[in-house]
């Protein structure tokens, strides 16, 4: 009996310096952008990343979605195990807890320390700095007289919603071409695609997730029963996280710029309706005058787009708010704004405004 007590102490003390290992291991990493940067980010993702993406692209299915399941499904036995056997649960406890920490370690090896590296504005040599109302209102101003002007040649009509003629497999066909449009901007070229329809769309459509990088297979993936005309924008925003870039402004901005600077007029307007939706939404905070005049200068086509996005959401309300777990998740890693961070793109919007 003794000797089972030991050993169960014994067990409990090997998770614990193991977790404490883990944690220790990886807040100390955080705090060193610079080595992160020079080490993890330029030479050891970017050949994890190439090798995920060529051995992926050979399925036409996304594998990151059915690692997902099988993940999920025996991260649910051993739990389900462990509450069977809670009178004697080390053993139990011990296959869930190294479970979990070959995932914690899979997931930031694969990708997550990518959460830690330098700020995109020092990359681009961009002065993020706050930004005054009158920047974010002229910046407001460019991205509403370009979207009409897109609305415009695209429909021939102010008042009907741009509508892609072309399919979803073709839209993601076409990312790289932005990407290959911006290489001389971020110096970093994006080979090799790997961009899939999620096999789960309609249950993340109601966890109000339109597109998310598979971390484990490199696989970007996007909701295929969103909007059409807001998928060049997802994408490109997803294939900006394939690329090693983590945070969620960080990839918005990305995903806006190479979509911006793509060839097709299509992917443009996606760019610069999403651009000025976050630009919208920060000027109702600071001055909800001037959004509603600003409101009224745009497109009725483009807020008819806007109303598609709207509806979709509305039709896929669930009762349990998702976005809370999610913001845990990026403060977390090192995002303080949680989930408000997708915002933070306008003043990287501005920042490159301001250098152009």
Known sequence: MLSVRNNNTKSLLSILIKWFLTVLTIAGISYFPKYVELIYAQNIYPIVAIVNRWAMHFFSFSVGDIIYFFGFSYLLFLFLKLLKHLKDPIEHL????????????????SWGFNYFREPLAKQLSLSQEKYSLEQLQEVTNQLIDKSNTLQLQLTQNDSIAVEIPYSRNRILSKVFEGYKAIESIIHKKYKIPCIKHSIFSKQISYMSVSGYLN???????????????FIP??????????????????????????ASYHPDPYFRYSANIDALYYCLMELRKADKALFKADLKRI?????????QAGDFSSAHRFPIDFSSSYDAYLKLNKQKSGIKSYNEMVSLLIAYSLKE
């Open 233 to 258: 924008s997802i994408s490109s925003h997803e294939v900006a996280h394939q690329l090693g870039y983590a945070p969620e402004d960080e990839a918005n901005f990305l995903g806006y710029l190479s």
């Open 299 to 307: 497109n009725r086509g483009i807020l008819k787009n806007y109303k």
């Open 94 to 109: 011990v296959k869930l807890s190294n479970y979990l920490l070959k995932i914690i370690w899979i997931f930031y090896l």
């Open 215 to 229: 971390p484990f297979s490199g696989e970007a993936q996007v909701n295929k029963i969103y909007p059409k005309i």
